[in-house]
C-alpha cells in the first residue's frame, strides 16, 4: 500500500469532471439495478419511469411537475443561503434548524390569519419567517463573533432543537396550541386557511406558483450581489482572509453578522415559501434541504448558476425516484432514498476521482 | 568515510509542478552539508521526503547503503535521521526535559526517572548545548527553543540531523554557538545537512555545499575551494551583482514621529514599550531586532489596526491616534506587512490581480457596486510597471510565484502614493532575483521623497540598503545608527539587548532635533 498516494490534478477540465459524474451514476444505476432485480422490478422500466418522472402517458402530468417545482424552490433557496456563508468560510450547517424556525414562525402566522388579503398573509408568513430564522442565525455569528464559538457546532445543535420543538408542536395537545386539528382526538398539524396558501399563475390546468418566480429572481439577485457588489466582495475577500480583510479596513465583525443574518433569513424565506405551498406545517416540511443543500453547494463549487443547475438536477431524481417508487408495492419511499443516497455518494467519490488521481511510486531507473 | 545517505533519482511533484526532479545527493558520515538554492527550488520538498512527510514519486533513498523506504517520520526517526524544522514543534507548557522526554522510546518506566535525566543532561553537556532542562518552554527564547528541538533529535538518537533555516531567527552570536555545537556534532561524527540562504554562513560552517535550482540537482562543490560570487551564479543561474544601491537623497522634515508608543500584543502583554523614533522624507530607515520584539505590534499600531496603550503618533505634525486604519491611509501612511506565511495578510489569496488592488479603496466607488474597470486598469498598469508576472489580471493571487505576489502587494501600497511607506519583510521567502526588484521599488519610492519604515531580518541588506538602523529588543529602543558607521556585531548586541545607546553622549535616540512635538508639549502641559 505504501507504494500509491494521492495527487492533487494538475489541471481542471470540465469535461473530464462530466465523464466522471457520468461514470458515477451509471455505477450507482447499476447498484440500484441489482437491488431492483433482487426484489423482482425490471430496473430498465423502473428507470424509464424514474426519468421521465412519471410525466409520459399521464394525464396529470402537470401535477407532477408543480410536485416537482415545491421540492426544487426550496432546496434552491437554501442552497443558495448555504452557498452565501460558505463563500465566507461561515460552516453554516443549520439549515435545518433555520428551515424549521421559519416553518414555525410562518406557520403562526397563517394559523391566526383567517380573513385576511391573501398576498398579505403569504407576504407576512415570509417575514416572520425570515425574521426568525435570520435571528438564530445572527445570533449563531454574534457568539463566533464575540466570543470565537464554534459555528458548525452552534449550527448543527440548533437544528435538534428546532427539530424537538416541532415535534412538541405536534404532539402536545391542549388549548393554546393552534397548530393542531381541533376536529381530531389525536394530536395532527392542522391545515392552513385558504388565503395562507401559495397562489399562482394558472396556464390551463397549471398553476405556475409565484415561489417559483420568487427564487429565479432571487438567484439573478444573489449572483449580482456576490459578483458586482460591494458587500459580495467583501463577502470574498472576508472568506478568503479574514486578517487581510481586517488589515483592508473592513469591518469584519459586522460583515460575519450581516452576511449570516442574510443566509439564515433566506433560508427562513425558503421555509415560508414551503409552508404557504404545502398549505400545513410538519417536522418534515424541510425535506432535508439544509443537509442536502450543503450537497448542491459544494458540488457547484459555490458558483451561483451551477447551484441553480444542480437545484433543478437533485430535485428532478428526488422526485424521480419517488414517482417510480409508487408505482411498484414492493417498494416504497425509503427505496427512492437508497438510490438517492447512493447517486449522490458515487457522484460525490468521482467529483473526488476527478479532482484527485492515485499514483504508483516508480523505482529509480538506475537503482 | 561512507555515505551516510544516498538520493538516487528522486522526484516529486504537486500537481504539474515539480518541485523536485531526478535528484542525486549523498551526504557522507561526519559532514556538515549546505544546501543551497533559491526558494522554491525545492530544498524543503526534498528534506521532507528524508523524514518522512512527503513520499518521492520515484526514486531510491539509501542511508548507511542499505536501501530503505521512508513512509513516516518515526520510520525516518528509526533510520536515525532527525530535523529540527523552521517551526518549532514543541510542547508550550512543558519543560525541556518533558519535551524530549515525550518521545523518547527508552528511559525506564518512569516518565522522568533519574536515569532520563541524567542521559538528557549528560547528552547536552557533551555537545555544549546551554540549556535549562527544567524550563517551560514558554518562557524560553527563541533561540533556547531551537538548542532544544537540536538536542530533542540527537537525544532521539539521530545520526543524521536536518536543519531548515535555522540561522533566520538568531542573532549574530546565537549563530556563532550554533556552529560551535553543530561542529562538535561533527566531531562526533553526525552528519548535517543545513538549509540556508546566507551565503556567509555557508561558508563559514560547511564541508562541501549541494546546489538545487528549479528542482534539479545543479551539482555540488567543495566549499574550500569556492566563494560567494560562484555559489550565487550556480544558485541563480548566471552573473549577478550583489551590490545593493542606496541612493542618498535630501532628507526633508519629519514625517512620521512616535513618541513614547506603548502597545500591547494579542496576548495583552507588552509588546512595544515606550518607544521613541521618526523618518523624515527620503530617508529608509531600518527596523532590527530578534523576530516577535515588538516589530509586527509597531507596524500595526502605526496602520491603525491595533489600539495602542499610551504614546504620542504625529504625522506631518497631525496626531494620527485612535483614527480608523481607513482614515490613517488617507493620511498618506500606508503599510504592507509580509507575514510568515506570506499570503496571510495583505493580501486575498484566491481573488484576482484585480481584486486585490482595490482592497483598501473598493468603498471609494459610489453607489453599491465595485467599479472593476477602474481596478482593472490599475491592475494593469501595476503590472507593467513592475514587471510583475502573470497571465492575466483575473489570476488569483495564490497562483503567482513569490516575488510576484510580494510586487502585487507593493504595487498596491504605492499606488495610493503614500508619503510614509510601512514595509515588513517585503523580501521574506525571495529569490535574489525578485528580492533585487524589490529593493529598486523601494529605492524609487524613497527618491520621490516617501519615508520608509523596512523591517528586516536579515543585517546585510538591511545594512546596505537603509539609510539609518534602529534596533529593537523586547519592545524597547535600543539605539539609532547610522549604517555606514556601524557593524554588524554592534547590532547585534543592541538585538540581545546587551548594547544600549540611546542616551549616549548626552543627545537621545528617536527623537528629532525638529520635532513638530515641541509646541505641542507645552500645550499638553499647560
Redesign the interface.
Same mark, same amino acid.
Given at each position: 500500500m505504501?507504494n500509491f498516494?494521492l495527487? &492533487? &490534478?494538475?489541471?481542471y477540465s470540465i469535461k473530464r469532471v462530466i465523464i466522471y459524474y457520468l461514470i458515477g451514476i451509471l455505477i450507482s444505476l447499476s447498484i440500484g439495478a441489482i437491488l431492483l432485480m433482487s426484489l423482482n422490478i425490471n430496473p430498465i422500466e423502473y428507470y424509464s419511469r424514474m426519468l421521465s418522472m412519471g410525466l409520459i402517458g399521464n394525464k396529470f402530468a402537470y401535477k407532477n411537475v408543480e410536485s416537482l417545482i415545491k421540492i426544487f424552490v426550496p432546496l434552491l433557496i437554501t442552497s443558495l443561503a448555504l452557498g452565501l456563508a460558505f463563500k465566507m468560510r461561515f460552516w453554516n450547517i443549520g439549515g435545518e434548524g433555520e428551515f424549521l424556525a421559519g416553518a414555525i414562525c410562518a406557520s403562526v402566522v397563517a394559523f391566526n390569519s383567517k380573513g385576511m388579503n391573501p398576498f398579505l398573509t403569504v407576504l407576512l408568513m415570509c417575514i416572520a419567517a425570515m425574521l426568525s430564522a435570520g435571528l438564530i442565525g445572527l445570533a449563531v455569528a454574534a457568539l463566533k463573533v464575540k466570543f470565537n464559538t464554534n459555528e458548525t457546532l452552534m449550527t448543527l445543535m440548533l437544528n435538534y432543537i428546532m427539530l424537538y420543538v416541532i415535534k412538541y408542536l405536534g404532539d402536545t395537545k391542549a388549548d393554546w396550541n393552534f397548530f393542531l386539528r381541533e376536529d381530531s382526538d389525536r394530536p395532527i398539524f392542522g391545515e392552513f386557511p385558504e388565503n395562507a396558501e401559495m397562489g399562482g399563475i394558472t396556464i390551463g390546468f397549471f398553476t405556475l406558483q409565484y415561489s417559483l418566480i420568487v427564487a429565479v429572481i432571487l438567484t439573478v439577485l444573489i449572483y449580482f450581489y456576490i459578483k458586482? =457588489?460591494?458587500?459580495? %466582495?467583501e463577502i !470574498?475577500?472576508v472568506g478568503? !482572509?479574514a @486578517? =487581510? @480583510?481586517? %488589515?483592508?479596513?473592513m469591518n469584519v465583525s459586522w460583515i460575519v453578522l450581516r452576511t449570516m443574518f442574510i443566509s439564515a433569513s433566506l433560508i427562513g424565506l425558503a421555509a415560508g415559501l414551503a409552508t404557504s405551498t404545502a398549505g400545513t406545517v410538519s417536522d418534515s416540511i424541510t425535506n432535508n434541504v439544509g443537509w442536502t443543500g450543503i450537497i448542491v453547494a459544494w458540488l457547484s463549487k459555490l458558483s451561483i448558476p451551477a447551484i441553480f443547475v444542480t437545484s433543478i438536477l437533485i430535485s428532478v431524481l428526488q422526485y424521480g425516484c419517488r414517482a417510480a417508487a409508487t408505482q411498484y408495492p414492493a417498494i416504497d419511499q425509503n427505496f427512492a432514498d437508497i438510490l438517492q443516497g447512493i447517486i449522490l455518494f458515487s457522484v460525490l467519490v468521482t467529483d473526488f476521482a476527478a479532482t484527485f488521481r492515485i @499514483?504508483k &511510486?516508480?523505482?529509480? !531507473?538506475?537503482? | 568515510m561512507g555515505n551516510a545517505i544516498e538520493l538516487r533519482g528522486i522526484s516529486k511533484s504537486f500537481g504539474s509542478v515539480a518541485a523536485n526532479k531526478n535528484i542525486n545527493l549523498t551526504v557522507e558520515k561526519g559532514e556538515i552539508l549546505a544546501l543551497l538554492g533559491e526558494n522554491g527550488s525545492g530544498k524543503t520538498t526534498l528534506m521532507n521526503m528524508l523524514s518522512g512527510i512527503y513520499m518521492p514519486d520515484s526514486g531510491s533513498i539509501f542511508v548507511d547503503g542499505k536501501k530503505v523506504s521512508i513512509n513516516s517520520p518515526e520510520q525516518s526517526a528509526k533510520l536515525g535521521i532527525g530535523m529540527v524544522h523552521q517551526h518549532f514543534k514543541l510542547v508550550e507548557r512543558f519543560t525541556a526535559l518533558e519535551n524530549i522526554r515525550l518521545g523518547l522510546k527508552t528511559g525506564g518506566k518512569f516518565l522522568l526517572g533519574k536515569d532520563t535525566r541524567k542521559y538528557i543532561e549528560d547528552t547536552a553537556a557533551k555537545f555544549g548545548f546551554e540549556i535549562d532542562s527544567d524550563k517551560l518552554v514558554c518562557n524560553m527564547s527563541v533561540s533556547e527553543k531551537q538548542t532544544l528541538e537540536i538536542l530533542k533529535v540527537i537525544c532521539y538518537g539521530a545520526n543524521i540531523i536536518i536543519l531548515d533555516e535555522p540561522t533566520a531567527v538568531l542573532t549574530v552570536q546565537e549563530i556563532d554557538k550554533l556552529f560551535d555545537v553543530m561542529r562538535k556534532m561533527k566531531q562526533d561524527g553526525h552528519s548535517i545537512i543545513i538549509i540556508t540562504h546566507k551565503l556567509n554562513e555557508v561558508m563559514e560552517i560547511s564541508d562541501r555545499v549541494a546546489v538545487l535550482r528549479h528542482g534539479e540537482y545543479i551539482g555540488s562543490v567543495k566549499t574550500s575551494g569556492t566563494n560567494e560570487k560562484e555559489l550565487t551564479e550556480l544558485m541563480v543561474g548566471r552573473r549577478i551583482s550583489l551590490n545593493i544601491e542606496r541612493p542618498v537623497m535630501e532628507k526633508t522634515h519629519p514625517l512620521l514621529e512616535i513618541r513614547d508608543l506603548t502597545v500591547r500584543n494579542d496576548e495583552g502583554a507588552i509588546a512595544v514599550d515606550g518607544m521613541n523614533f521618526y523618518i523624515r522624507g527620503g530617508e529608509m530607515l531600518g527596523v532590527a531586532g530578534i523576530a516577535g520584539s515588538g516589530q509586527k505590534e509597531l507596524c500595526e499600531a502605526i496602520a491603525g489596526l491595533r489600539p495602542i496603550e499610551r504614546g504620542q503618533m504625529l504625522h506631518e505634525g497631525e496626531s494620527i491616534v485612535g483614527m480608523s486604519p481607513k482614515k490613517i491611509l488617507d493620511h498618506g501612511i500606508s503599510m504592507s506587512f509580509i507575514p510568515e506565511d506570506r499570503l496571510g495578510m495583505g493580501l486575498a489569496p484566491s481573488l484576482s490581480i484585480t481584486d486585490n488592488m482595490i482592497l483598501k479603496n473598493y468603498n471609494e466607488a459610489k453607489g453599491i457596486f465595485v467599479d472593476r474597470k477602474a481596478a482593472r486598469e490599475e491592475a494593469k498598469e501595476a503590472i507593467d510597471k513592475l514587471e510583475i508576472v502573470t497571465p492575466s489580471t483575473e489570476t488569483p493571487v495564490r497562483k503567482l510565484s513569490g516575488g510576484n505576489v510580494q510586487k502585487v502587494l507593493l504595487g498596491r501600497e504605492i499606488k495610493s502614493g503614500p508619503n510614509v511607506l510601512v514595509t515588513a519583510y517585503p523580501v521574506r521567502g525571495l529569490d535574489i532575483n525578485s528580492s533585487y526588484m524589490i529593493y529598486d521599488i523601494l529605492n524609487q519610492q524613497k527618491q520621490k521623497g516617501v519615508g520608509i519604515l523596512f523591517v528586516g531580518e536579515d543585517l546585510d541588506v538591511m545594512l546596505a540598503l537603509c539609510d539609518k538602523i534602529m534596533v529593537m529588543c523586547h519592545g524597547r529602543l535600543q539605539g539609532v545608527v547610522n549604517s555606514t558607521n556601524t557593524t554588524k556585531e554592534d547590532i547585534g548586541l543592541m538585538m540581545t539587548g546587551a548594547l544600549n545607546i540611546v542616551n549616549k553622549e548626552g543627545k537621545t535616540d528617536g527623537i528629532a532635533a525638529d520635532s513638530a512635538f515641541e509646541d505641542k508639549k507645552e500645550d499638553a502641559n499647560g
Open positions: 505504501g498516494h495527487v &492533487r &490534478r494538475a489541471d458586482k =457588489t460591494k458587500q459580495g %466582495y !470574498s475577500v478568503d !482572509s @486578517a =487581510t @480583510a481586517k %488589515y483592508a479596513g @499514483a &511510486r516508480e523505482e529509480a !531507473s538506475n537503482g | -
